[in-house]
C-alpha cells in the first residue's frame, strides 16, 4: 500500500519549535517532490515548502521564510519541516504531498497525499 504518513504536530505556544516528519511507504521517495501544505479552519488549503528529488532545491511561502525548513533523507524515505519561531497564524493542519519528480503550486498535480497532523500554537 502507498501512503504518507504525518506525525509530530501538537500544541506549541508561540515562539516555539515543531519538527514534522513525513515517512513514505509502499514506494521510494527519491524521484518524488515533496510539498508541504497546510489548512487552517475555514481558510483553503495553501502550499507552505516544497522540495527537489535531491534536496538541492527548496522554495517557501513568504509566511514561513526564514522560520519553517525543509529537509529530506531518502535512505530514511522520510521528509522533515523544521518550524521555529511558531505564531498563532501557524494553527492548521499539515500536509505532506509527493509529486513525481518536481514541485507544483497546483495541489491536483500531486500524486500522493498524507493524511494530516494537527498544529496548533497558542498559549
Known amino acids: 500500500q502507498l501512503q504518507l504518513v504525518e506525525s509530530g504536530g501538537g500544541l506549541v505556544q508561540p515562539g516555539g519549535s515543531l519538527r514534522l516528519s513525513c515517512a513514505a511507504s509502499?514506494?521510494?521517495?527519491?524521484?518524488?517532490?515533496i510539498g508541504w501544505f497546510r489548512q487552517a479552519p475555514g481558510k483553503e488549503r495553501e502550499g507552505v515548502s516544497c522540495?527537489?528529488?535531491?534536496?538541492?532545491?527548496?522554495n517557501y511561502a513568504d509566511s514561513v521564510k526564514g522560520r519553517f525548513t525543509i529537509s529530506r533523507d531518502n535512505a530514511k524515505n522520510t521528509l522533515y519541516l523544521q518550524m521555529n519561531s511558531l505564531k498563532p497564524e501557524d494553527t492548521a493542519v499539515y500536509y505532506c504531498?509527493?509529486?513525481?519528480?518536481?514541485?507544483?503550486?497546483?495541489?491536483?498535480?500531486?500524486?500522493?497525499w498524507g493524511q494530516g497532523t494537527q498544529v496548533t500554537v497558542s498559549s
Open positions: 509502499g514506494f521510494a521517495l527519491d524521484y518524488y517532490a
Open positions: 522540495i527537489s528529488t535531491s534536496g538541492g532545491s527548496t
Open positions: 504531498a509527493a509529486r513525481y519528480l518536481y514541485c507544483s503550486g497546483i495541489e491536483d498535480e500531486y500524486d500522493y
